[in-house]
């Protein structure tokens, strides 16, 4: 049997059968996520992944994964965890490093270090029913640092393209559908 051929993590084989897969049969690539989050008390809770499917598989995994959330005392949290706009953030910069990861991989270039620092604004008028503003974020900034021996045009390449194609800045940018209904009992 053949080795794999690994780049910055990624198995490429995978990756190429991947695509593969998804070219022949959109379908393959279509995805669905479940999380259950769960109240614990103030503004804290436990978020716990849940079932998924990649194409028309089930997804499994060896175990389910947890996060906890909170505000920081400034916003009147117990600062147990992450707040929410920093969950956001993270899952923004997660996204981006599979995505230069992977896209680095396919493109040939080496990643020696990679990381991600984003600022997001906001104001609390809008939570809080005050005036007229948006209860989010206003803005995000992110300064991708990249340590690689590849030119800076590949890497300037690598960045477009990563931030072009990302998953969750997609969701960030663009409407999304939303539906929600309040279960009692």
């Known amino acids: 049997m053949a080795q794999a051929t690994i780049k910055n993590g990624v198995n490429m084989d995978d990756l190429m059968a991947a695509v593969e897969a998804v070219t022949a049969d959109p379908a393959n690539g279509k995805l669905t996520f479940n999380v259950h989050t769960t109240w614990e008390n103030g503004f804290k809770a436990r978020h716990t992944t849940g079932s998924f499917k990649v194409g028309p598989e089930n997804g499994s995994r060896d175990q389910d994964h947890s996060l906890s ?5 400034e916003i009147l949290g117990g600062d147990a965890g992450i707040s929410p706009a920093e969950t956001l953030m993270s899952a923004l910069g997660a996204c981006l490093t599979v995505g230069y990861a992977a896209n680095a991989a396919a493109m040939g270039i080496d990643l020696d270090e990679l ?3 984003i600022t997001g604004n906001g104001s609390l008028e ?3 029913n005050l005036r007229d503003q948006r209860a989010g974020l206003s803005d995000l900034s992110i300064k991708a640092f990249v340590k ?3 030119p800076r045009e590949k890497l300037e390449e690598l960045h477009n393209y990563t931030n072009e ?4 800045w997609d969701t960030i940018c663009n409407p999304v559908s939303i539906s929600s209904e309040i279960v009692t009992g």
Do not use: V, Y
């Not at 959330?69 to 005392?73: G, L, M």
């Open 165 to 168: 194609h990302s998953p969750i």
């Open 69 to 73: 959330t909170d505000e920081p005392q």
């Open 148 to 150: 690689s021996d590849a």
């Open 126 to 128: 809008g939570f809080m």
């Open 115 to 117: 990381s991600f620092e």
